[in-house]
């Protein structure tokens, strides 16, 4: 599990990489992809625990770099920026958009 955790990190870091450099769509291009990189890599798992302790890692290592993403580009854009506000708003909308596509 631990090759798969590696490379499933390495995978979804150059994927959010690449949704940077080229301005990708949350709800109609990101999240249906990110949906199915981390299926692809749990379902190298046999073992259902192992396979859903995996998904919950790499999801919330998905999770953590939105975030980090998302309070960038807020204070890039917000004179006013409340950090625990704008956590808060992020950690929500990646919950509320990779359980809905």
Avoid: C
Wanted: glycine residues 2%; charged residues 35%.
């Amino acid at each position: 599990m631990k090759e798969s955790l590696r490379i499933g990190k390495l995978v979804i870091k150059n994927f959010f990489d690449y949704y940077e450099e080229v301005g990708l769509d949350d709800e109609n291009e990101f999240f249906p992809i990110l949906k199915v990189i981390i299926s692809a890599i749990t379902d190298s798992q046999e073992n259902k625990i192992k396979k859903e302790e995996l998904e919950k890692q790499l999801i919330d290592y998905a999770k953590g770099i939105y975030i980090s993403l998302w309070l960038m580009h807020a204070e890039e854009n917000d004179e006013e920026f409340d950090l625990d506000l704008e956590q808060e708003e992020a950690a929500k909308n990646f919950e509320n958009i990779y359980e809905n596509v």
